[in-house]
Nanobody
């Protein structure tokens, strides 16, 4: 069974930056790693994807501001977030695809002045 542990969230002012980390334990052969977010009162949505060979996909709302990367040696995915806006406020989670595993606790990102 794969477990995900997210970290790196916090409170940041609009225009600021954060770097999230997601450590995956239990498997080193995840095909795609993905970042999701769940804003207050809303459903979880896909933010970014990175495949095993490094191809990336971004939701339109974060394209040009967020960057997903992956360190295979550390079995970790990262989400570099720049130019953060209040609408980016959410709990951020990671998971794999196409196989989904149990969701972790996530990490809270709050963008506010």
């Amino acid at each position: 069974q794969v477990q995900f542990v997210e970290s790196g969230g916090g409170l940041v002012q609009p225009g600021g930056s954060l770097r999230l980390s997601c450590v995956a334990s239990g498997s080193t052969n995840l095909w795609r790693m993905e970042w999701y977010r769940q804003p207050p009162g809303n459903q979880r949505e896909l933010v970014a994807t990175i495949t095993r060979d490094g191809a990336t996909f971004y939701a339109d709302s974060v394209k040009g501001r967020f960057t997903i990367t992956r360190d295979y040696g550390k079995n970790t995915a990262y989400l570099e977030m720049n130019s953060l806006q209040p609408e980016d406020t959410a709990v951020y989670f990671c998971n794999s695809s196409p196989t989904k595993y149990r969701w972790g606790q996530g990490t809270q990102v709050t963008v506010s002045s």
